[in-house]
């Protein structure tokens, strides 16, 4: 899901939801749930449109979006265990001391903080500003990218970024087709060892599961046998790529 932010605004990152102008609805960033302009919808005794009902949606269903926000992986967000526990504070309306006296350090390095965390803001806005500067570049015509040349998005539990995940489309589309006889149904021929083509074969694997669904380990297994004849190791390698977590009895596994 946090790979979805790139593609929003600050405004709707804060508040939980977008409109996505080809659907006409608007979504919610949480749990994807939508809701249609011109429909109506119940809450309670009452009903409302789409544009008061996200609203009402976000506020009952995901009432944290700073905790929510906060739980994406520090790759994402930027943000330390323990600069997240001091802005979760702040945003309870603790005062410096009262921070300090909770965290065991001084007040003075509360306020310290505080000063990283409003330069830091400064510098995120104006990046921010000139990233989408060079975007809007792009969508007039007057820096043209290929494609092919875009970098793939990194998945939400890689457990560490380095140069295995810098795949372009091209080389993702041509590593697939030399590692699968068949992309539909998705026969594997053999599970590479080269961490970069091993990182885009699991990639497309994990795209055979259901995000938000539990599966037992025979499921699992049911679903990569059809895939390639060693099962384990890809089941393995799901888990150890962050692809798919399990719980520690390993009698459920879902997508990270």
């Known amino acids: 899901m946090a790979n979805d932010f790139i593609n929003m605004t600050l405004e709707e990152i804060k508040n939980g939801y977008h409109f996505d102008t080809v659907k006409n609805c608007y979504i919610c960033n949480i749990c994807g749930k939508e809701f249609g302009i011109g429909e109506i919808f119940p809450s309670g005794n009452r009903f409302f449109n789409a544009d008061r009902m996200i609203n009402i949606h976000v506020g009952e269903e995901h009432p944290d979006l700073l905790e929510l926000l906060t739980s994406y992986n520090k790759k994402y967000t930027g943000i330390t265990d323990n600069q997240k526990e001091i802005l979760e504070m702040m945003y309870q309306s603790m005062t410096d001391n009262e921070i300090a006296k909770k965290t065991g350090v001084a007040a003075a390095t509360i306020r310290h903080q505080r000063f990283v965390f409003r330069e830091k803001a400064k510098q995120a806005k104006l990046y921010l500003a000139i990233y989408e500067l060079a975007l809007r570049g792009l969508d007039k015509g007057r820096i043209r990218a290929e494609s092919s040349d875009e970098i793939i998005d990194i998945h939400e539990g890689a ?25 539909s149904p998705l026969k594997l021929k053999v599970i590479s060892s080269k961490e970069k083509k091993k990182i885009v074969i699991l990639k497309k694997i994990s795209q055979q599961f259901e995000r938000n669904k539990h599966y037992s380990e025979k499921e699992v297994n049911g679903i990569l046998k059809q895939i390639h004849e060693d099962f384990a190791t890809l089941r393995r390698y799901l888990i150890e790529y962050g692809f798919m977590e399990r719980t520690n009895d390993c009698k459920e596994y879902w997508l990270k």
């Open 159 to 183: 457990r560490m970024i380095d140069d295995r995940y810098m795949v372009t489309k091209a080389e993702e589309d041509k590593i697939l087709e030399a590692m699968f006889t068949s992309l």
